[in-house]
């Protein structure tokens, strides 16, 4: 087994006093003082770590609040009623508040050099199988990912600890790795993926030596499970910077690790690179307007060149329209699913989104109307829109359905007469079936 290696011990780390930084205890959600608090009064040590720590710094007002304690995951447990360990290969604690978790780690150590350890597991390519090694303060800070992570708020004093350095490379706006970076990222390739997040969502440069290593490692990618790389796209493309974070991917040659049908379409189909950035564009509007986002529509879009560029094959071969649709919807969605799993709550709606694009062309008699009664029609409307934005298709069948959906019943009548020639009187909205009055029981 390889043991790895990390940046060598520090004895002492850089301290801010409450006096020195910006974090105060009223940045601090309820939840995460309560976890710090009954751990602290129970003899544990207990810090805010990473994210809202580094944010706080940067001036940012800090969403997620994560706790890192000496305190083993079953004596967290223990202390809390509303709390449930999870994890196998990285065991952590959730502690549940309504809606809202906290999320409490143990101190992890240093790897131990046996191979049949219960606590720590690494394969012969030196990718972390179990990393449940407890430690102390200092060694857990050398096992975080990056400088700008491994700083510790300490509840006691309201102080600020430094273990790595962070903060002269919060300066330097740098997202450095610690340790070697090559390591590091054969011990989880995952953290390639956070490096290019954390790059595009603080704006911040990737150290050369924590870069250089990506474009030869990125494969190590293949061997993460589909489900978990799901998740990591969720946080890639869901919190803001999705266009920021896709050219950092595309840059590192991370993205086709990811969706290997999609990148593979960007040389044949011109328009396929404009449809995804004008999708991840209106995705980070949606979020900054704080209105809903759907990882159906995202993954619509990201699929839909490999989509259309395997339905013109098949049409090439003699197979009909729809059937070569079908056909190739399947097979990309097959192959996606070898890369990053897509939940069928999402993936029937993204099939839904697709299939309504042959429909919406179809306005004549009924169809028009029937199109429009489609619970997913928005998104499908919206998604013809993109594809018109992107140059896929010409201007005009979109502003079309923009008009219809405004239009009154007679106004609706006469556009689909002029695309079907038919007179107004005999173009009808369906009926819509009528409820059945509820019966109420006799009383006695």
């Known amino acids: 087994m390889n043991t790895p290696t990390s940046s060598p011990h520090i004895a002492s780390p850089r301290i801010l006093t409450r006096d020195e930084h910006s974090l105060s205890r009223r940045m601090i959600n309820e939840s995460a003082l309560k976890v710090l608090y009954r751990l602290n009064r129970a003899g544990f040590e207990a810090y805010l770590v990473g994210g809202c720590v580094r944010d706080s710094l940067l001036g940012k007002q800090p969403k997620d609040f994560d706790v890192a304690t000496n305190a083993t995951p079953e004596e967290v447990n223990d202390l809390f009623r509303n709390a449930r360990i999870i994890g196998r290969r990285f065991r952590i604690v959730h502690v549940r508040f309504g809606r809202e978790i906290i999320e409490v780690t143990t101190f992890r150590g240093q790897h131990g050099d046996a191979e049949d350890s219960p606590h720590a597991q690494q394969s012969d390519a030196g990718l972390l199988l179990r990393d449940n090694v407890w430690g102390s303060v200092d060694q857990d800070a050398i096992r975080r990912d990056f400088t700008i992570n491994a700083l510790y708020y300490n509840i006691d004093d309201f102080s600020i600890h430094d273990w790595a350095n962070g903060l002269d490379d919060l300066d330097n706006r740098l997202v450095r790795m610690i340790g ?3 390591t590091r990222y054969r011990e989880d390739p995952v953290r390639m993926l ?40 969720l946080k890639l493309f869901l919190s803001g910077q999705a266009l920021a974070t896709y050219d950092v991917l595309r840059e590192l040659n991370l993205f086709p690790m990811l969706f290997p049908p999609t990148a593979e379409s960007f040389e044949h189909l011109p328009w396929a690179d404009r449809l995804i950035r004008q999708a991840l564009e209106n995705t980070d509007t949606r979020i900054r307007e704080d209105k809903p986002v759907t990882p159906a529509f995202l993954y619509g879009a990201f699929l839909w060149p490999a989509v259309q560029l395997e339905a013109q094959r098949l049409e090439d071969e003699g197979v009909p329209v729809m059937p070569a649709f079908q056909q190739a919807s399947q097979q990309v969605i097959h192959r996606q699913l070898q890369h990053t799993s897509i939940p069928k709550r999402f993936s029937f709606p993204m099939r839904d989104i697709w299939e309504l694009q042959h429909r919406l062309p179809r306005r004549k008699g009924k169809h028009a109307f029937q199109s429009r009664e489609h619970p997913r029609f928005r998104a499908a409307y919206d998604f013809l829109l993109l594809r018109e934005q992107a140059g896929e298709l010409e201007p005009g069948l979109g502003q079309w359905w923009t008009d219809f959906q405004v239009a009154s019943e007679q106004q609706q009548r006469e556009m689909i007469e002029a695309v079907s020639g038919q007179a107004p009187s005999s173009v009808k909205a369906p009926r819509r079936p009528r409820r059945r009055k509820r019966r109420t029981p006799p009383t006695s």
Do not use: G, W, Y
């Open 180 to 182: 070697d970076p090559e």
């Open 194 to 233: 956070r490096a290019a997040r954390f790059s595009a969502k603080l704006d911040f440069d990737i150290e050369e030596s924590t870069r250089e290593p990506i474009l030869e490692l990125a494969p190590l990618l293949l061997q993460i499970p589909p489900a978990r790389l799901f998740e990591e796209v």
